[in-house]
Structure formats: structure tokens, C-alpha cells
């Protein structure tokens, strides 16, 4: 069964596609260069879809700085530091990119529509940082009515699946499930700040350090 | 009333841009160079964008040629020529280009949520050349349903409509309204063959044509 897999290269998009793996599928892993901060998450997404083993890995590029709107696509923005989990989860924050995962799940579709793929993996999850609105299940189930009704495929009754696995899965659930898969963390990348070492502070890395701590694991990667 | 416009160029997406403008809109427009064969078409769009006097052109670059999938986006897949109109109207045509709309919307409505729009026009009809999946008003309605949910406009209850106001137009009511409007049809291009000059026996401009001769008024492009 072919699969298409967003690969961001982050803790969440790297555990399934190794998941993808487990269920099977011959994976085509897509990722972005939209000109975010934190581009460097693609060498890890490159290195971790190599690790993988996937068939193809495309990267799509075009720019989100056209128009910003983010602190993740606009450096006027300041990026949020130092915040709590509390705060975090409080509203939705200035890291929201305007209709970023409908732009990644559309590529998704038609890449997958192209290769004749039945299924787009997608690591979004509802339960930690849920302040953006497109990581949850009501937007999901939207997105697979459009899945159904916008392709070919769709029309002709064999609709592309949008397989969610840890949309109702915690952080710290999301590395048990990782670790039992084997997916090697210290490839992986989740800062949003834009350096070469993850800075620690910005909501990502404290999301996942507070996971790794609760755990009582030890996060592979280096900290500023 | 801010709006984004979805403008290629052609017919219908400079009849709806003319048609926001008499709506009252505040008109941002937003075309797609994917690599598609027939690029002339941005001309075309930054041609009529310039005359309608819109406020704002966005131009996004992205590559559909990475996994082809469609005679506009693949030189391996020939173009349909001389076909009747009721031959272009019986099954999907591979001039359909896999999730295309779903693209453009999902553009669109980043775009739009970055500038504090209200609306997003596409010029979508379900009517003539009925064969695209993503043309028809269930596709327009789920794609709805994915800007109230995946934003933070449409989650804060402020979500951004779709107006596709030509869904239901045959291609000669189309020219008819746009005539009213006052559109320039000698800046529109709608050939797909990738020339310089209209090949008058791509789908695209036989239905063009076929429009205007039903109308018994002349089209001011000039056909090879």
C-alpha cells in the first residue's frame, strides 16, 4: 500500500512514518521549504526519511514570507520564550501559520493522487500546544470531505485516507510510541528558532524537553 | 471588504474579479506560476490584475512538474485537441491537474487570514466542462467547511466565505455577465498548448470559442 508521509522532520511527523512503516506502507515522505525560521528542520527531515528507508522524498518549495502573518514567517514577529505549558496551550499563538496544514495536506493530495497513494500520514495532534486550529479532529474530518470530493480518485469512489495516528496521543505518549518504533530522536528537529543548536526556550523545544523530562528520558540532541 | 481573488487570467477568473470590485470589494489578487505548460496565462493575469486596479498582486512559485500527473503539468502526456464539446464533457479530462483548486485555496485562505479578509472569489463552474472533481459545489462546500475549522478567523467565529459566483453559469452567461462588467477579454488568455498565440483546438479554446460564436460576438484574441 503506497503512503504519502508530511515529514517535518520534528519528534511527531518522524514517529509516523516509521508507524507508516509498521502498518505496512511504501512510503513517499513530501516536506516544505516555505521559507520558515527554522529551515533547518529539513536536513533532519531529509536524514530521518533516508534512515527510513522511504521510496521518494519530494520537497515542495514556495515562499509563506509573501505575506507572513506568523513569527514563524515574519521576523518582525518576536517568537514567543521562555513560556510555560500553561501559557502555551492558553490561546492560539503568534507561531500559527495561516492555513499552514491545509497547504501541506493539498500537496499531500495531489502527490498522492499522482503516485495513485491510498493513504496521507499527518502527525498533527489535539492534545499538547492544541491552540492551533488546524491540528484537530473536526478539521481533519473537513479535510477528508475534501479529500473525497476534490480528486479523481475521490469521484471514482476510492478516496485517499488521512491517517492521523496521534491526533489523540500526549507528547510523552508520543515518544513511548517512537521509542517502541525505533525512531531515532537524535535525527530529528523541533526548535523554532532558527539556529544551528535548538535554543531551548522557544514553545517546541520546551514542549519537548518537559515530555523527555517527564519520561525520565534523556533527549539526544544538544541545547544551547 | 477585503477580498483575495484566485486570478489565472482567464475567462472566468477576470470575470470574478471584475465582479468583486461591483460587490464593493477591496480586491487582493493571487495567481500560481506550478510550471503549468501554458504559463503565458500569468501575463494574462498581472495584465487584467493591473487594469482592474487590484491592490495587491501575489504571484506564488511552486513546481507541479515534480510529480506530474496531468497533461498541463507533464509533456510526457499529450494534450487533447479537436475534441467536441461533448466529448471534453463525458469523463475527467487529463488536463485535470491532481488537488489543483485544493492548492489554490488553501493559498488563497492563508493569504486572506494574513490580511484580514472577508472573502475568497474563485471562479469555479460546474456547468460547462463539467468533468473536474474539484469545480463542483459539494468540493466548494467541504472546502467551506476547511476555512471555518483550520483558521484562527473561522475558529474566533469570523471564518472566511468562498464566493464562487459564476458555480452555476453556462460558459456564454459567463461572457455575458463579464461583457456587463466591462472585462477585458482581449487581455485574457485560456489556451493550454504553451504558445504565444491561442491554438484554437485545446479543450480550453474550443469551449472559449464555442461561447462566443454562440453569442455571434467575436473574441479578440488572435488563433493560430
Known sequence: MKAVILLSGGLDSSTILYKAKTDGCECHAISFDYQQRHRRELQSALLVGEKAGVIKHQVVNFDLRQWGGSALTDDAIDLPQERSLDEMSQNIPVT?????????????LGYAEAIAAERVYIGVNALDYSGYPDCRPDYIQAMQEVFRLGTK????????????????????????????LGVPWELTWSCYAGGNIACGVCDSCRLRLAAFAELELKDPLHYA
Do not use: M
Open 96 to 108: 500559527y501559520v495561516p492555513a499552514r496544514n491545509t497547504i501541506f495536506l493539498s500537496f499531500a
Open 153 to 180: 480518485q475521490g469521484r471514482e469512489g476510492q478516496p485517499i485516507s488521512i491517517v492521523a495516528p496521534l491526533i489523540n496521543l500526549k507528547k510523552t505518549e508520543i515518544i513511548q510510541l517512537g521509542n517502541q
